[in-house]
DNA sequence: CACAATTCAATTGCGCACAACTAAATGGCC
DNA sequence: GGCCATTTAGTTGTGCGCAATTGAATTGTG
């Protein structure tokens, strides 16, 4: 069964350390994967995707923006906004206006067909509670600490790192 | 601060809803990309990517495995692996042999060069604790969490579509 | 006003995730 | 042996994430 990797006799910690990192690994990644494979079946209805629909809670809640703000709310860049964006226009959601005042930035505004669709999506956090299993209180409390550990991974990759870019 | 959403007299429950959506959406999808960050900077210096390190991680601890067995472990499919691990191969670190036994199925294995580069990555896990700030007593707590939540979702999952796959 | 530095969006290139499809090999059945 | 469903990798196409670059507009400075 484990032809190349025989354990030693006093096997060392840091071989237990990469079985760890093994599972948190996964663990983080299969729950992505599963949270993102569930909104990506509910969302379909919609038509809409994911990061999509991230980009759409956004503005429902801001309403109009431009990219720059856009990105920082969401922490995306132009890389990925700019072809997203560009999609929910060609499906009618969301108009991009280049800014009268700053001919740099472009403006996200919603259609009305796009405003529309918010209705629709107010069922969708109901299901995906739901498919969770979980209580309102320890998804907060989940929430809590993935923030904390997201705020702890960027102060770090800032150290790892010191060209970073994204304020 | 909330330049068009100025909430009515009396906000319905779903519209808090939605609001939470965008918050564990948020987290979760952010906490991800974060962790996915931390470990794009320390696996650079080993040459391998976050999803390719995974493949490894599997590898090192299992040896060697089928290409479906591979996906079983990693919840991944051809789709993904296939191009992933020729890249792999074209560093140097795996071989690709079809089975003679079975000639549908591919075989993996570690180059030399590849176990190898185990020792290096005995490193990565104990940096990537460090980065998170939490004791290892929260991280497997988090884990168990993640993966409950993991399961709660691929079990909806299943009920919302029933033409799922991946066994 | 002229010029350099900065800001902002878009583009390019690479890799991953996943659905849908193709192709080859296998195994069961008659 | 011949036929058909199943298994297994691979390929194609779409979309996301991110680094790096480009180009236009703006701002700061003299």
């Not at 030693?8 to 994967?33: K, M, T």
């Not at 759409?56 to 920082?72: D, F």
């Not at 990925?80 to 206006?97: D, H």
Request: charged letters at 30%.
């Amino acid at each position: 069964m484990t032809p190349t990797s025989t354990p030693l006799s006093a096997p060392a910690p840091s071989e237990n350390w990469l079985r760890l990192d093994r599972q948190i690994c996964f663990s983080l990644h299969a729950a992505s994967r599963a949270f993102n494979g569930v909104y990506r079946v509910i969302l379909k209805e919609l038509g809409l995707t994911y990061p999509q629909y991230l980009v759409m809670l956004v503005l429902w809640e801001q309403g109009e923006l431009p990219v720059k703000k856009l990105g920082e709310h969401l922490r995306l860049d132009s890389g990925t906004l700019s072809p997203l964006l560009k999609r929910l226009e060609t499906a009618g959601l969301v108009i991009r206006e280049r800014s009268a005042r700053d001919e740099r930035s472009v403006e996200i505004r919603l259609t009305e067909e796009g405003a529309a669709l918010r209705e629709r999506a107010l069922q969708v956090p109901r299901r995906i509670v739901s498919a969770t299993g979980f209580e309102l209180e320890e998804i907060s409390e989940l929430r809590e600490r993935l923030d904390q550990l997201t705020g702890a991974l960027d102060a770090a990759a800032l150290e790892e790192e010191p060209g970073a870019r994204q304020g």
